[in-house]
């Protein structure tokens, strides 16, 4: 109590002190004034800074952390340095307030010992409304908790954050600092792509009346059997799409290699609506769906109609094939391309043949009834009502697209905004890029082991360079971005806590413990086997590019996609569909690795406010409109000028590649 007392009065005593400051500035700003004297100059007044919203953390946040951390404070630096250089430059006056000095002690013991009862009653009454301030934030977030659904860990188990007790000790953290700093608060700027969006045409614009009709001769047929993913057998049907029209063929319905990687049988129509596909590609591509009863008996490869990714470079240019593949498909009338993985260079190829590719990609390829109704039930339990009138979900929902709330609460509630991730950290890809990730030496060798039995080659050239170390390589962008990385990105971002995140991403190196630090700010993760019961993802159980679908519609369908990795097949085929379909309503995030590492690396003293506005300038580069530059993909890229294509040229000196550009 005394304590108690002892501060109030110093505190008095201090507004008194500066009341006697002020009074003494003013005699000393007359002083200056009279004498010409040249004062201290004034600090300009700040300009009012509108606090933004936040999420006051409960007890579930970040442990041991007080609520009010990283709370962004506008003004106090400045209004302090101001307080010293004022009484620095009082110095001098202190010797006219001495005679003064005595008599306003005595003032200052009276007005006390009559105001002393306002005072208290003051503070008690301030104390009553913090406390009810904390309560009431308590309530509301135990509230919201349990409104909301359970948070979803990566490997796809319903749970609490009690799930990960037994393993807080082994999670791996890397920026401690950054993770407490870390808050919640929802930057509405990032829900939207830039303004000019709307000023680019898409690519394969179905308004325009130009058509390239198929061929008056037909020179033979081509089979395709493509390889890899669900991503990049996507790319290569829409390739020979374009291959067929440019060497007067006709496509054979194309078939998928089954891969030991993917273990998955399915083929073109247990993924794609096959008569859909034929029907849009009609105009331009003659498409069957299996060779005629004349060429089934050949022996492909005995007669050299088979051409494997060895026999093509990648990338390759119309040239090659006029040079490589034509002769032989006018001789033996069917060529068979096995693979086909980026087999076909996005320059120079004439316009009309990019436009090919465009309208495969973002028109012709529809998923199977199966796939967009669990992709329609998906985004549902996402944002809790039936589903959006976006063009993107009428894209690809189909006949299950339906506008009615699912109930009147639902209706009340309106929809809820989630954010979908494509976190690549797989081991292959973490292993393969020599990186180190924090989780010590028995990491370290489960990695070297796996490099050994899984990447003999790259072992082999590790044994005639330098080693690079860890920290250069993340410094160059070169590590694949850590779930504790990702999260604190959307952090910075301001992202709030209780966004969901819908999680697309096979396996995750590490599994919970690792993704501690990711659902440490963000429990809310959900992913396709945590949102649809057993029943409903046992039909795709066991074919992996299908549950590829349902994470493609996921992704595509989100308010806001962000990516780790700007590489990926997945999400470079994602962007573009939200570029192409989103009206500017459908923001992708990029994040530059190399300038996220160079962000990161000052985490022992770098302040929040500064790790905020570096990694929103970083994201708002990576989100500019731009046309598509010389050689970048237009599934990724698939935006053109107004002005139109440029004209069709088939073959052309490397001086006039530009001229190909889709501007």
């Known amino acids: 109590?005394?304590?108690?007392?002892?501060?109030?009065?110093?505190?008095?005593?201090?507004?008194?002190?500066?009341?006697?400051?002020?009074?003494?500035?003013?005699?000393?700003?007359?002083?200056?004034?009279?004498?010409?004297?040249?004062?201290?100059?004034?600090?300009?007044?700040?300009?009012?800074?509108?606090?933004?919203?936040?999420?006051?953390?409960?007890?579930?946040?970040?442990?041991?952390?007080?609520?009010?951390?990283?709370?962004?404070?506008?003004?106090?630096?400045?209004?302090?340095?101001?307080?010293?250089?004022?009484?620095?430059?009082?110095?001098?006056?202190?010797?006219?307030?001495?005679?003064?000095?005595?008599?306003?002690?005595?003032?200052?013991?009276?007005?006390?010992?009559?105001?002393?009862?306002?005072?208290?009653?003051?503070?008690?009454?301030?104390?009553?409304?913090?406390?009810?301030?904390?309560?009431?934030?308590?309530?509301?977030?135990?509230?919201?908790l349990q409104n909301s659904s359970p948070p979803m860990t990566s490997s796809g188990v319903k749970g609490d954050r009690t799930a990960y007790a037994n393993e807080e000790e082994r999670s791996v953290q890397m920026y401690g600092r950054l993770q407490n700093l870390a808050y919640s608060a929802l930057a509405e700027s990032f829900w939207e792509e830039p303004r000019k969006a709307s000023l680019w045409k898409p690519c394969g614009d179905r308004k325009d009346a130009e058509k390239l009709g198929q061929p008056d001769k037909n020179n033979g047929y081509?089979?395709?059997?493509?390889?890899?993913?669900?991503?990049?057998?996507?790319?290569?049907?829409?390739?020979?799409?374009?291959?067929?029209?440019?060497?007067?063929?006709?496509?054979?319905?194309?078939?998928?290699?089954?891969?030991?990687?993917?273990?998955?049988?399915?083929?073109?129509?247990?993924?794609?609506?096959?008569?859909?596909?034929?029907?849009?590609?009609?105009?331009?591509?003659?498409?069957?769906?299996?060779?005629?009863?004349?060429?089934?008996s050949l022996d492909i490869e005995a007669i050299g109609s088979l051409i494997t990714d060895a026999d093509i470079v990648k990338e390759a240019t119309p040239i090659d094939y006029l040079t490589k593949t034509l002769p032989l498909l006018l001789q033996n009338g069917v060529l068979h391309f096995l693979g086909f993985g980026n087999r076909l260079g996005s320059d120079p190829l004439p316009s009309k043949l990019q436009k090919l590719r465009c309208k495969c990609n973002f028109h012709a390829l529809k998923f199977v009834p199966k796939i967009q109704e669990a992709g329609s039930l998906l985004i549902r339990r996402i944002r809790k009502y039936d589903a959006a009138q976006a063009t993107l979900d009428r894209q690809l929902f189909g006949e299950f697209l339906t506008g009615s709330p699912s109930n009147k609460h639902d209706s009340a509630r309106g929809s809820s905004k989630y954010l979908a991730l494509h976190l690549r950290f797989e081991v292959d890809m973490i292993a393969y890029s020599l990186c180190d990730f924090g989780g010590g030496e028995k990491e370290r060798r489960e990695l070297q082991t796996y490099r050994e039995s899984h990447f003999p080659m790259l072992m082999e050239r590790l044994k005639h360079f330098m080693p690079i170390s860890s920290s250069v390589l993340r410094n160059l962008g070169r590590c694949p971005l850590t779930p504790e990385e990702a999260a604190l990105m959307l952090a910075g971002l301001g992202v709030k806590r209780g966004t969901y995140i819908y999680l697309a991403s096979s396996h995750i190196y590490g599994g919970k413990f690792r993704m501690h630090s990711f659902t440490n700010l963000y429990p809310n993760l959900v992913t396709k086997e945590t949102l649809l019961t057993p029943s409903e993802v046992s039909p795709f159980r066991n074919f992996s590019s299908q549950l590829a679908a349902l994470d493609f519609i996921a992704c595509a369908t989100a308010d806001v996609f962000a990516m780790t990795d700007s590489g990926s097949q997945l999400s470079s085929l994602v962007s573009g569909f939200r570029t192409y379909y989103g009206g500017g309503h459908a923001p992708t995030l990029r994040p530059n690795k190399k300038s996220l590492a160079a962000i990161l690396s000052e985490n022992g003293t770098i302040g929040w406010n500064s790790f905020e506005d570096r990694v929103r300038k970083m994201i708002k580069d990576g989100q500019s409109v731009r046309i598509r530059g010389f050689g970048r993909s237009i599934y990724r890229q698939p935006r053109h000028h107004n002005q139109g294509f440029a004209p069709h040229l088939i073959i052309m000196p490397s001086g006039m590649q530009m001229a190909m550009l889709i501007a």
């Open 222 to 296: 081509i089979m395709l059997s493509a390889n890899g993913g669900l991503n990049q057998q996507r790319v290569a049907i829409c390739n020979a799409i374009a291959l067929a029209s440019f060497l007067n063929a006709t496509l054979v319905l194309p078939r998928f290699l089954y891969s030991i990687v993917w273990k998955d049988p399915s083929q073109f129509g247990d993924i794609y609506q096959e008569e859909y596909f034929m029907n849009i590609m009609k105009d331009e591509v003659n498409i069957v769906k299996e060779l005629p009863s004349h060429l089934k």
């Open 1 to 144: 109590m005394f304590s108690c007392c002892c501060w109030v009065r110093w505190q008095v005593v201090v507004v008194a002190d500066m009341n006697l400051s002020l009074q003494a500035l003013l005699r000393f700003e007359r002083g200056n004034a009279i004498l010409g004297k040249q004062g201290s100059p004034r600090s300009p007044r700040p300009d009012v800074v509108k606090m933004k919203d936040y999420q006051t953390r409960s007890s579930e946040c970040l442990p041991g952390i007080d609520p009010i951390l990283g709370r962004r404070l506008s003004g106090g630096d400045n209004n302090w340095k101001t307080k010293v250089a004022l009484l620095h430059d009082l110095k001098n006056e202190h010797g006219n307030l001495g005679s003064c000095k005595a008599v306003y002690v005595g003032k200052r013991h009276l007005w006390f010992r009559k105001h002393v009862k306002s005072i208290a009653l003051m503070f008690a009454l301030m104390g009553s409304l913090f406390l009810l301030d904390s309560f009431t934030v308590s309530l509301f977030d135990s509230i919201s």
